[in-house]
């Protein structure tokens, strides 16, 4: 339903104040972006040609406090896109006053320095962990990374061989090698092998699971050493993709022109990286598993993976690939979570206690853990953490600025928060005779969001989908479909509903051209195939009643009361601090993501 859009600056300024503060912070220890040749390079479509201010350059200052170019960037990219200011002009100059102000209001909380609570305490403790466990991290693993171009070289010696390949899929790896085993001793020839037992059968391209030429460019580091080493006729160890466990058979092998060395420099730079990096972090991981004698319990582990699907999506829209996100959580039965996931010296984590800890990640930074490996990592990052901050002291790091500066500004925002609640909420009140005026006010504001029911089949092919259309026109139901070619193992489709605000593929098609009993033939897709959307029920959007709006004018009210009062306080003690800023210069500030 449409909520009036109010943007409260008393939520950006204590909510939000930990990102801003902490990346304020932060910064001073992370490395600043570095300008390329300038004839080269082009900022919001102008080139750069030296008009940008330096890291170094002061846009404001709040008393002891200073924001330079280089607080001021990585502020703007660590605070939550939704609050974040455009980057024209006017947004820019918003963002440097809510800098200012929140430099105000944390000086102030400072100075107040109420008693920190019990609730205060162990949300400082978590923060220090982390903080802790981070450093180790940064101690252990990435200072530790080097990559030489002798490395990058040896790989992209790979990049001048294309390989023949052809593949058998199975269901399982076990079942992989065995086969494997028995094509090498001639127990079994490679068709028959195919015919006996890919999962693939009927959809390859190519006869006997003929995929064709394969350059290396384009695969893992892992995958392209463990195909493009292999000999002629040689056969590689299951390796694992979409579609099962792979056998793949190089038939022919050639020489080719690679593609220039600079160009998969940097490629191959990253995957080494990468590599390297997961072998450092599993080398800590496998120290505090010994310490702590950690177990698992891998039937439970896989069987909780599977109720996951992957947070983060990418789909072909008609405007070109586009992220998703699923921020949806499975919901487990109380007997279920009571299954132990892992057990170690001081305890052992339920699923119960894993979905405690999984759910308190922001819902746009939750890992994928749709796979057993995957929930596994999360198991070891729920129990490992505090281990690792235990051992991050033990090594000094709990003097390392990095971790130092985050608690304080953990600190500052809590006591920023309690500021806000004595300060500002607590004096808020509502007169009841506004109630009625602001729904009067904003009646087009109170209207729910538009819904629609609808089908999504999927078709292999033009053919495929032309006779599934046809089959809806004719009367028969999308359920219907659905739920017989599901009893002969194909997945058809699926019946979902969506309200307006929920964008996703199709919505266009379903909330402006479609109508109930009409259809689409959408397609094709990168692999050729199409789907039929038919929308089955539309429920236009209708106006609140002031009974049913009364929650949402007690809250816009409540934030616009709070955001007087709130503007008043800063105004009232920006007085005491001598405040500097260059607004007219935020246009001159490079303002690119410094973690890209």
């Not at 910064?27 to 080269?40: F, I, L, V």
């Amino acid at each position: 339903m449409r909520l009036h859009p109010l943007a409260p600056l008393c939520l950006a300024l204590t909510i939000g104040v930990a990102l801003l503060d902490s990346s304020a912070s932060s910064a001073a220890t992370k490395p600043g972006p570095t300008r390329p040749d300038g004839s080269r390079l082009f900022i919001d479509g102008k080139p750069d040609t030296g008009q940008f201010l330096p890291d170094t350059f002061v846009v404001c200052r709040v008393g002891a406090r200073k924001t330079n170019v280089k607080n001021y960037v990585w502020a703007y990219f660590d605070s939550y896109a939704e609050f974040r200011p455009k980057p024209d002009s006017a947004g820019r100059v918003q963002f440097l006053t809510n800098i200012i102000q929140k430099d105000v209001m944390g000086q102030v909380a400072l100075e107040v320095n109420r008693p920190i609570g019990f609730e205060d305490r162990v949300q400082l403790r978590e923060t220090e962990q982390r903080s802790l466990s981070n450093a180790l991290y940064r101690s252990a693993v990435l200072d530790s990374l080097n990559v030489t171009d002798a490395d990058i070289m040896r790989e992209y010696e790979l990049f001048k061989i294309e390989v023949h390949l052809r593949h058998i899929v199975f269901t399982d790896s076990a079942l992989a090698r065995k086969v494997k085993l028995d094509l090498q001793r001639g127990r079994i020839g490679w068709k028959e092998a195919y015919n006996r037992y890919s999962i693939t059968k009927g959809k390859d391209h190519g006869p006997d699971g003929d995929v064709g030429w394969k350059p290396r460019a384009g695969v893992t580091l892992d995958i392209g050493r463990a195909l493009f080493t292999l000999p002629l006729n040689g056969i590689s160890d299951p390796i694992l993709d979409d579609t099962g466990w792979n056998l793949l058979q190089v038939v022919e092998k050639r020489e080719v022109s690679p593609i220039s060395y600079d160009s998969a420099k940097g490629v191959l730079r990253d995957q080494l990286m990468a590599e390297r990096t997961e072998r450092l972090t599993n080398a800590v991981r496998a120290t505090i598993r010994r310490q702590i004698d950690m177990t698992y319990d891998f039937p439970a582990i896989a069987w909780a993976s599977s109720h996951f699907t992957p947070t983060r999506d990418v789909s072909q829209q008609s405007t070109g690939p586009q992220l998703e996100f699923n921020t949806s959580v499975p919901e487990f039965a109380p007997d279920d979570t009571a299954r132990v996931l892992a057990r170690y010296r001081d305890g052992k984590l339920t699923l119960g206690g894993f979905m405690h800890a999984y759910t308190d990640i922001q819902p746009l930074l939750r890992p994928s853990i749709n796979t057993p490996d995957a929930f596994q990592n999360q198991v070891d990052a729920v129990v490992f953490e505090p281990y690792m901050a235990q051992v991050a002291r033990e090594r000094g790091l709990d003097r390392d600025s990095l971790v130092v500066a985050e608690l304080a500004t953990r600190r500052e925002q809590l006591l920023v928060e309690h500021l806000y609640s004595d300060s500002i909420l607590s004096h808020v009140a509502i007169d009841p005779k506004a109630r009625r005026k602001y729904y009067q006010d904003h009646l087009s504001g109170f209207i729910t969001w538009a819904k629609v029911r609808f089908a999504a089949l999927w078709a292999e092919n033009k053919p495929q989908a032309d006779s599934l259309a046809a089959r809806l026109n004719a009367g028969e139901k999308a359920e219907d479909i659905i739920r017989a070619d599901s009893l002969l193992g194909i997945q058809r489709g699926s019946i979902q509903e969506r309200l307006e605000n929920e964008h996703g593929p199709y919505q266009k098609l379903l909330f402006e051209m479609l109508r109930p009993g009409k259809l689409s033939i959408e397609g094709p897709d990168r692999e050729g195939h199409y789907g039929v959307v038919q929308e089955l029920e539309y429920v236009p959007g209708r106006q609140l009643s002031y009974d049913e709006a009364s929650g949402m004018i007690d809250e816009s009210l409540q934030n616009i009361e709070a955001e007087r009062l709130l503007t008043a306080f800063i105004d009232r003690h920006k007085k005491r601090y001598k405040i500097e800023s260059r607004p007219d210069m935020v246009m001159r500030i490079r303002l690119v993501d410094p973690a890209l």
